[in-house]
T-cell receptor, first 112, second 117 residues
């Protein structure tokens, strides 16, 4: 069965420190994986997408994610957090037939 | 590019009334549009998938007679919540894929907050 698991429901960091949001997937084939961000009462914005080209994917706002097949992981990172990064982040798996499978989400808090 | 809008952004209605939510792709033609529902502090739940000119495909457990979806053009899909009840209160989000583009990349609207009194 295909699934995606976000390992942390909440992550709290100080402004200027690195961000790590963890995501593991389960799939019998090479997946398409995404990270989306959702600010309060807003829709989802695509941060980045992996589709079997480069394993290190660079996205918007300084975020990047590395696809590691051996670890079935697709963790999201950013070297230095900004206050504006505080939001909900979703790791998403493309399950075929255009259907997206969403992780439960990770709420990122950024403290001054 | 790839902007999706939703209208209204927020709606409050009385129990028993119907509410229509519009989803528009502003700068592209959308092959497929999707409707999601999101409860507070939860992830998105796919309700239905619609293709222009075809009947929507509903996910298991979603009442098609309650959540009417019309996809009349390549830039517009509507979701009508019929005879709304308080338990229908939720955040409804639409998304779309670009005609001729990657079929697995969805662009999301800003969402519509529905409150049923």
């Amino acid at each position: 069965a295909q699934s995606v698991t976000q390992l942390d429901s909440h992550v709290s960091v100080s402004e200027g420190t690195p961000v790590l949001l963890r995501c593991n997937y389960s799939s019998s084939y090479s997946p398409s994986l995404f990270w989306y961000v959702q600010h309060p009462n807003k829709g989802l914005q695509l941060l980045l997408k992996y589709t079997s080209a480069a394993t290190l994917v660079k996205g918007i706002n300084g975020f990047e994610a590395e696809f590691k097949k051996s670890e079935t992981s697709f963790h999201l990172t950013k070297p230095s957090a900004h206050m504006s990064d505080a939001a909900e982040y979703f790791c998403v798996f493309s399950g075929g037939y255009n259907k997206l499978i969403f992780g439960a989400g990770t709420r990122l808090a950024v403290h001054p | 590019g790839a902007v999706v809008s939703q209208h209204p952004s927020r709606v409050i209605c009385k129990s028993g009334t119907s509410v229509k939510i519009e989803c528009r792709s502003l700068d592209f033609q959308a092959t497929t549009m999707f409707w999601y529902r999101q409860f507070p502090k939860q992830s998105l739940m796919l309700m239905a998938t619609s293709n222009e000119g075809s009947k929507a495909t509903y996910e298991q457990g979603v009442e098609k007679d309650k959540f009417l979806i019309n996809h009349a053009s390549l830039t517009l899909s509507t979701l009508t919540v019929t005879s709304a009840h308080p338990e229908d209160s939720s955040f409804y989000i639409c998304s779309a894929t670009i005609a001729g583009g990657s079929t697995d990349t969805q662009y999301f609207g800003p969402g519509t907050r529905l409150t049923v009194l």
